[in-house]
């Protein structure tokens, strides 16, 4: 199969894409360009891997080189068009600019932005320093902010659609994840807000709000609540899955899924909502 159009003319210096070889890739966003910020592992990876297998060329994007090197190694075995990976620090406007740029260079588009990086930090609130408060918001809400008014025009251009991962934190406060649900809550606004310019522009807006989810953040949050408590890591764990009252913890592949629904024309009608994927762990009405 020949790439997309688009891609012809930006054969320079880009990998010949293979074929749709695997019987687990489709077409479904096959011509579509889709940049996840904090992809290299997680549910941003899982994201990323599932619009590669839907036949889209993904941007990864993170901090780390190298795991975002096995990242993209790992989608371009699926027989997926060749990801391409960007390592920046995305707390920086630099980082989110030279995300830009490289898109803006290789493909002169973007229909789909998924903003995924973040990792704020639990703990307990008298001793928990300004510096993880400055990196919270640089990360995760910043980077949205910035990533999302960077590549506005071609998102405007494309009518493509923007997908805020944000957390069960932004409905549910927690005493020993202040920074965390204080940054998703701004994320959740922005979120609701930008979906008016959206719905003039014809740019859908979405977030979804991901309970605990099996990853090795969540596993490093654990470790966070038990030092603020004085409880072990596994102790910590049974109590937030008690108190959640879930069967189970997520798996990153359930909030991916949905990030395909709400990038699809199916959901053109869905502008400006925020979805749970916490097998109903959220106490309130919303």
């Known amino acids: 199969m020949e790439p997309p159009d688009f891609l012809e003319t930006m054969r320079a210096g880009i990998q010949t894409l293979p074929s749709f070889g695997d019987k687990h890739v489709t077409k479904q966003f096959e011509r579509k360009v889709v940049v996840v910020s904090g992809s290299s592992r997680g549910i941003g990876h899982a994201i990323a891997q599932a619009f590669a297998g839907a036949g889209a060329q993904t941007v990864l994007v993170a901090s780390s080189a190298s795991n975002l090197a096995e990242a993209v190694r790992r989608i371009a075995q699926s027989g997926a068009w060749e990801p391409i990976g960007i390592a920046t620090d995305l707390r920086s406007p630099a980082g989110c600019e030279t995300v830009y740029e490289v898109v803006t260079e290789r493909f002169g588009r973007c229909d789909v932005l998924v903003n995924s990086a973040g990792a704020t ?78 719905k003039r522009d014809g740019v859908n807006v979405n977030s979804i709000l991901p309970g605990l989810t099996q990853t090795e953040r969540v596993q490093t949050l654990f470790e966070q609540r038990a030092a603020a408590t004085g409880i072990t890591p596994d102790q910590a764990r049974l109590n937030q899955i008690e108190k959640e009252g879930i069967r189970r913890l997520g798996k990153p592949e359930d909030v991916a899924e949905l990030a395909l629904f709400l990038a699809d024309d199916r959901a053109r009608h869905i502008q400006g909502t925020a979805i749970a994927v916490d097998g109903g762990a959220t106490p309130g009405l919303y």
Do not use: H
């Not at 202040?178 to 959740?188: D, E, F, K, T, W």
């Open 121 to 198: 930090r639990a703990g307990a609130f008298l001793t928990q320093p300004d510096e993880e408060w400055q990196d919270g918001f640089a990360l995760k809400f910043y980077s949205c902010v910035r990533l999302c008014r960077l590549f506005w025009p071609m998102l405007r251009s494309a009518q493509g659609v923007v997908i805020n991962i944000i957390g069960g934190a932004a409905r549910t406060p927690d005493a020993e994840f202040l920074v965390g649900g204080s940054v998703n809550a701004a994320m959740a606004n922005f979120t609701k807000g930008l979906s008016g310019l959206g």
